[in-house]
T-cell receptor, first 112, second 115 residues
Framework: NAGVTQTPKFRILKIGQSMTLQCAQDMNHNYMYWYRQDPGMGLKLIYYSVGAGITDKGEVPNGYNVSRSTTEDFPLRLELAAPSQTSVYFC???????????FGQGTRLTVV | GQQLNQSPQSMFIQEGEDVSMNCTSSSIFNTWLWYKQDPGEGPVLLIALYKAGELTSNGRLTAQFGITRKDSFLNISASIPSDVGIYFCAGHLVGGGGANSKLTFGKGITLSVRP
């Protein structure tokens, strides 16, 4: 199994551009998450989803949007990129509440 | 928001030494998870704990779910160079479902192992 797959691995955006970070999982997990990781700050939750068609905000949702049209996919959209969104983004999935989450390899995004 | 406290931010040990890390919170957690992150990679699960008082081992790693449900520790015995990385604790709050479905992370401890 591939597990959680994120694309792209690296991206440089100009201020004001938009892009979608892709995340797919093949474990039939209901729960999916997007985190951002900044140096020394741990992982902060951006958005999460408990199933297809259901999404909710995490700690730091401003500047991002998500959708969950299928169980497998959970894309993260940046509409107007800002330098503050320079970070490493991780997608994760889990089979249910209070179970372990499995992570993708991350997308390193730089906004210049 | 709910916080998991990990300190210090960095630890430096000699190869072969044991090291202990703990994670505390003012909130009660249903699960405690310990992850390790290597440079350029996503976090990988080391140990999952689901019951208060549970003590679980995975090779040279041992972790415990605190009786109060507000803390957990991770021990690494006989450290080796490949133990280098960032160690995160994470947990799900009691009353899972809705906002408590989310997994909360500590800020992580960067472990360095001197040969």
């Amino acid at each position: 199994n591939a597990g959680v797959t994120q694309t792209p691995k690296f991206r440089i955006l100009k201020i004001g551009q938009s892009m979608t970070l892709q995340c797919a999982q093949d474990m039939n997990h209901n729960y999916m998450y997007w985190y951002r990781q900044d140096p020394g700050m741990g992982l902060k939750l951006i958005y999460y989803s408990v199933g297809a068609g259901i999404t909710d905000k995490g700690e730091v949702p401003n500047g991002y949007n998500v959708s969950r049209s299928t169980t497998e996919d959970f894309p993260l959209r940046l509409e107007l990129a800002a330098p503050s969104q320079t970070s490493v983004y991780f997608c994760a999935s889990s089979s249910g509440v209070a179970t372990e989450a499995f992570f993708g390899q991350g997308t390193r995004l730089t906004v210049v | 928001g709910q916080q998991l406290n990990q300190s210090p931010q960095s630890m430096f040990i000699q190869e072969g030494e044991d090291v202990s890390m703990n994670c505390t919170s003012s909130s009660i957690f249903n699960t405690w998870l310990w992850y390790k992150q290597d440079p350029g990679e996503g976090p990988v699960l080391l140990i999952a704990l689901y019951k208060a008082g549970e003590l679980t081992s995975n090779g040279r790693l041992t972790a415990q779910f605190g009786i109060t449900r507000k803390d957990s520790f991770l021990n690494i015995s006989a450290s080796i160079p490949s133990d280098v990385g960032i160690y995160f604790c994470a947990g799900h709050l009691v009353g899972g479902g809705g906002a408590n479905s989310k997994l909360t992370f500590g800020k992580g401890i960067t472990l360095s192992v001197r040969p």
